[in-house]
């Protein structure tokens, strides 16, 4: 089956683009028909009375409506998409008297596409945002404000997102966007080849920290031959172990996912240079691959290929079960910090926004609260139609149909393109109660102190600009090991210092202190 999670990584999408940037119904489980979904009928609460009266809601659709749904896509446009369009439709128009028409649109005109079409005024209602641009697209008045609309014709999505974390996307005291439910935060550590680990009997329960770590280094290095410990590529330790709230791009940070809410230059704290003599230390040793700084491959790649034996990740439900389709072997994983963070940036990774161009914002909205709550069209939109491009393998579990597979499948999607996907199936392989898991993941994740604060970089874009430019130059050099930081690391803080970080940390502390003023 299709790649789940790790087809193209949230943040990994969102690095791609911030430069390009300024199942058909199914009787058993609710969802089609007319009849509340599965998550809608477990709150105990139908349509009705979960977006207002039954009156206003009938008064608002009165009159049919095409909802237009743009989103990217890696790779080409599914050739079955009108199919799939039109069983989606049949749910809609039932439901909230409205049609959808889908709008793929390919991941390399994307930027350029949704700027054209929010600048012409081009019939636009519902889309598919990245986080990283979402702050400034929001400001700037490209998206419809959804406080009203959600209290009226959304609480499905409150209810499955959740308050807290819905608040994450509010810009200036308003809601503009929905994020797309996915795991909220992860769990810093190393994941290692299992069969490795037991060659060697190393305890994985016993690593706690990154001495412990570079204890095992040392062994796989002195015994595997052509193998180095680390794998670093596109992904790379600073991304991966961090120890801190990066407050959306790292220029100023919140240490300790708290320290009284005082932001810092992390560049010139003890612990960035401790982290950066380790790496070099390690680099020297050949625990980290010498092309770490320069290499386009992703670190499971690696694993796969033998050349390493492992990588730091972010753990989460679900994630080592399905590292063999992308390493080849078994992976473990050590925890090298005891708690699992959520902070603004993991959350607001993925949205979904209504275009300030839509005509129609509460059927708009009606159909976002569907996308969230509806089981039907959430597996409709993610998997295509049941006998057709997949079939059932369980209660919650698909798989290709006779003589189908991932080469000649006429409909595929991304399930970070979800607005939920915890009501969605599950592929063979993968625990079917993944999203389960992953829901009481979330529900448990320490929070940030300054989760909800989403910094707006507009009055400071050039220092932006600038100090982007310089990390670029040095950071992965840095991070890898890759040079000295003895004689790189003063310099790399000079130069972000000419480009004006002291400029964007005082505004972002300004604020900081704004929001944690009304919202704490």
Aim: hydrophobic share 35%; glycine share 8%.
């Amino acid at each position: 089956m299709r790649k789940h999670w790790k087809t193209v990584s949230l943040s990994l999408a969102a690095v791609l683009l911030t430069g390009s940037l300024a199942a058909c119904s199914s009787n058993d489980n609710g969802g089609g028909n007319g009849s509340p979904s599965a998550s809608t009928a477990a709150s105990g609460t139908s349509p009705s009375s979960e977006s207002g009266t039954s009156s206003s809601i009938d008064e608002a659709i009165k009159d049919p409506y095409e909802i237009t749904m743009a989103y990217p896509v890696f790779g080409a446009v599914s050739k079955d998409i009108e199919e799939v369009q039109e069983s989606i439709s049949k749910i809609t128009k039932e439901k909230i008297n409205a049609t959808v028409k889908l709008q793929p649109i390919s991941i390399g005109a994307w930027g350029q596409q949704m700027n054209l079409m929010v600048s012409s005024g081009e019939k636009l209602d519902l889309h598919f945002t990245f986080g990283a641009q979402y702050t400034y697209q929001a400001a700037s008045g490209q998206f419809a404000e959804l406080d009203g609309l959600l209290a009226k014709y959304g609480q499905g999505v409150v209810q499955e997102v959740g308050e807290e974390y819905l608040k994450s996307a509010t810009v200036n005291g308003k809601l503009y966007g929905v994020p797309t439910i996915h795991d909220f935060g992860g769990h810093s550590g190393f994941m290692m080849r299992k069969d490795l680990v037991e060659k060697y009997k190393i305890d994985v329960a016993s690593i706690k920290t990154l001495d412990d770590l570079e204890a095992v280094f040392k062994i796989i290095k002195e015994n595997e031959p052509g193998m180095t410990p680390i794998g670093s590529g596109v992904g790379n330790f600073g991304e991966t172990y961090l120890t801190y709230d990066k407050l959306d791009d790292r220029f100023g940070v919140l240490p300790n996912f708290d320290n009284g809410l005082k932001v810092v230059n992390w560049f010139e704290t003890p612990e960035y240079a401790e982290q950066l003599d380790r790496m070099h230390r390690w680099f020297q040793a050949g625990y980290i691959n010498k092309d770490a700084a320069t290499t386009q491959m992703v670190e499971q790649d690696m694993v796969k290929a033998g050349t390493a034996f492992g990588n730091f990740v972010k753990n989460k439900p679900g994630y080592m079960d399905e590292q063999p389709k992308f390493t080849g072997h078994e992976m473990v994983f050590a925890t090298l910090l005891p708690e699992a963070y959520s902070t603004t940036s993991d959350v607001l990774t993925g949205m979904f926004t209504i275009s300030q161009n839509t005509k129609n914002p509460e059927r708009t909205m009606m159909f976002l609260n569907l996308l969230y709550t509806d089981v039907d069209i959430a597996n409709l939109l993610m998997w295509g139609i049941e006998g057709k491009h997949y079939v059932k393998d369980g209660d919650t579990t698909i798989k290709f149909p006779d003589g189908i597979d991932a080469s000649n499948v006429g409909y595929t999607n991304q399930t970070w393109l979800m607005g939920n996907a915890f009501i969605t199936y599950t592929q063979p392989g993968v625990d079917p109660d993944v999203w389960k898991q992953m829901k009481e993941f979330n529900a448990n994740l320490t929070k940030s102190k300054a989760l909800g604060f989403a910094f707006n970089s507009e009055s400071v874009k050039n220092e932006i600009t600038a100090l982007n430019n310089v990390t670029q130059q040095y950071r992965k050099i840095l991070e890898t090991g890759t040079v000295d930081p003895k004689k790189k690391l003063p310099e790399f803080i000079a130069k972000l210092k000419s480009a004006g970080i002291d400029k964007v940390i005082a505004e972002k502390q300004k604020q900081l202190d704004a929001w944690a003023a009304a919202n704490q």
